[in-house]
């Protein structure tokens, strides 16, 4: 990366303008990405426009395009809904509506379009793009424009963002908005099963998707639900009978309540709708349970932006200004999406096309095509529901074996959802599962018990660890552990939990050397608020942390826009690990942000209180600052705090608060529940297969450096890597990973808070195209 290089990001948007709008449905997480626009925009020395209204404003122009500044986007990030206004847009679908938008942007020489909406909006700016020249030479024989502004706006860029609830577009892991409607859902399905249970009550809910099932097969895996319907997999023809066996066997296992889930488009086999009145009359009439429907309906749209929402809108606008700026009439219009954790640009035509054939494929009733089409991501959880919801356990237990689960570490919000999902995915598979309490400790003094299948009943949603768990090594009581093995016939060991869990795993390892027991396969599944266990990009419980930390951010935001002219200074968890500092700072639209992987000096602080008193002459009188609790030995809070305090006397006046373990507590979110079901059921699957490749002479003997693995998700997929090959990248002195990929996230962060600095434009997405993306790799 070249210094020039460095120095064009702030001189690319210099003579460019670029109009941001909002269009289609509403959708959590608009306004961040609004934001990112603007605030970018003018960073690389372009001029922004709001388009107010959607298409309609582009084709109004007056006062519905109105410059944007740096403050004019500020306090929006916590947002719902859409603060510059979406209409739906008769007008722009016809010709003569396209000629007045076109005329209106030529007028203010803006070349840049960014769409921010759902896949007919997008189809809209396609179509936009590809008449422009058209449109421009209609505009200079009626005289409207000038040769000279015809020449200077010759071509047209449009850049598009996913922003539905549905997460119905082909090509991106994630649309904006779709984890905010997840936890709504999750907030009602919650406060449902709390009387359903009290009643003994059969509950149907119905959430959004009218062509895409997606909101309705993640909520149904983050619930535990009994059944799912979607409109990409109809039930077989006698699904009556098959429901009703199933409603019936849950209660019989002592279940209290019943939960089915129904997306609105949801179909029969014969493209016949199956509405959540039609299931409740069969419960009631077959089984006589006392049945009640629930309809989400535009709840799903409303409330703030999860912090998911919020960095995945504020990543994607920062991708879409460069992808703008750099676009030349060559390039064809682009969606910036998310794979994984990487951003992708992707050609948008032929998104719109796979999102389109998808629905042509359900048409035709060819619905194992509309599942292949709607990606990776969406089968495995097809696949995993089928598992937990489907599957009756086999009664025998030959050729069984017994596998153990733990936890070991802090508590982190999803342990639970693990717990359950490794146990069911084992007794599915046949084996005896048995519950360790208390992590290495419990096990060394024999706390351990048989898990039947609703030994975890309704666990998915509970916070904490119910195991119980502790941050014990196992080094000390290897003769007790290995006793406990015998003893148990443990043939297999799940660890769920944080960092200890990679260290107990490294010395179970080294254990193996003295004693024959130990030589067992087993998997840590990373999770810990913190997120700084080695071979994940992602652990268990930190984005429930983060949702945490936001809430709080954005109380205290609002106390600060109160009083004016305050600087709130806050402390996160984290240990050494900084991501809970970076992420949260993205997410709550922090002026700073205080890590230890990013040495500060004296000389940083100063910059940070001199940004803050220039701050104040503006009109957003406040400033949020966050600090990682081991950031630096000497840089206390307090000595922060102190600093703030007497170098702002008479400017701001500074407050601190340390927020400490509510980030560990809390219900787990739905990416938490789900991610955390997902890795349970991969890791299972993965134990059966090596305990039968270790079996040797009627025993487990495994010695191999792979048959003890941290289950990871790395970019895009989820993977196995043996604890002794992460030594190398770990850094056992500060417990944290040495290369960690969200570093490359810190300066989006200083961007957005006004810093003046060099943005590493190295990381760029480049195109890449949908049709290789679906066969080459495993999405999570």
Known sequence: MTHEEHHAAKTLGIGK?????????DAQGMNAAVRAVVRVGIFTGARVFFVHEGYQGLVDGGDHIKEATW??????????????GSARCKDFREREGRLRAAYNLVKRGITNLCVIGGDGSLTGADTFRSEWSDLLSDLQKAGKITDEEATKSSYLNIVGLVGSIDNDFCGTDMTIGTDSALHRII???????????????????????????????????????????????????????????RLSETRTRGS?????????????????????????????????????????????????????????????????????LEGTPDTPACVVSLSGNQAVRLPLMECVQVTKDVTKAMDEKKFDEALKLRGRSFMNNWEVYKLLAHVRPPVSKSGSHTVAVMNVGAPAAGMNAAVRSTVRIGLIQGNRVLVVHDGFEGLAKGQ???????????????????????????????????????????????????????????????GRKQFDELCIPFVVIPATVSNNVPGSDFSVGADTALNTICTTCDRIKQSAAGTKRRVFIIETMGGYCGYLATMAGLAAGADAAYIFEEPFTIRDLQANVE????????????????????????????????????????????????????QQGGSPTPFDRNFATKMGAKAMNWMSGKIKESYRNGRIFANTPDSGCVLGMRKRALVFQPVTELKDQTDFEHRIPKEQWWLKLRPILKILAKYEIDLDTSDHAHLEHITRKRSGEAAV
């Open 611 to 662: 940004h803050l008193v220039q701050k104040m002459k503006t009109t957003v009188k406040r400033g949020l600052v966050l600090r990682n609790e081991k950031c630096n030995e000497n840089y206390t809070t307090d000595f922060i705090f102190n600093l703030y305090s007497e170098e702002g006397k008479g400017i701001f006046d500074s407050r601190k608060n340390v927020l400490g373990h509510m």
């Open 71 to 84: 403050e004019s986007v500020s306090m929006m990030l916590q947002l719902g809904g859409t603060v510059i």
């Open 187 to 245: 907030e009602i399905v919650d406060a449902i099963t709390t009387t359903a249970q009290s009643h003994q009550r059969t509950f149907v809910l119905e959430v959004m998707g009218r062509h895409c099932g997606y909101l309705a097969l993640v909520t149904s895996l983050s619930c535990g639900a009994d059944w799912v319907f979607i409109p990409e997999c109809p039930p077989d023809d006698d699904w009556e009978e098959h429901l009703c066996r």
């Open 17 to 25: 303008a670029i109009a941001v709008l909002t269009s289609g449905g």
């Open 448 to 510: 351990i018990e048989e898990a039947g299948w609703s030994y975890v009943g309704g666990w998915t949603g509970q916070g904490g660890s119910k195991l119980g768990t502790k941050r014990t090594l196992p080094k000390k009581s290897f003769e007790q552990i290995s006793a406990n093995i015998t003893k148990f016939n443990i043939q297999g060991l799940v660890i769920i939990g944080g960092f200890e869990a990679y260290t107990g795993g490294l010395e179970l390892m080294e």
């Open 256 to 324: 209290r309540l019943n939960i089915i889930i129904v997306a609105e488009g949801a179909i029969d086999k014969n493209g016949k709708p199956i509405t959540s009145e039609d299931i409740k009359n069969l419960v009631v009439k077959r089984l006589g349970y006392d049945t009640r429907v629930t309809v989400l309906g535009h709840v799903q749209r409303g409330g703030t932006p999860s912090a998911f929402d919020r960095i995945l809108g504020s990543r994607m606008g920062v991708e879409a200004v460069m992808a703008l």
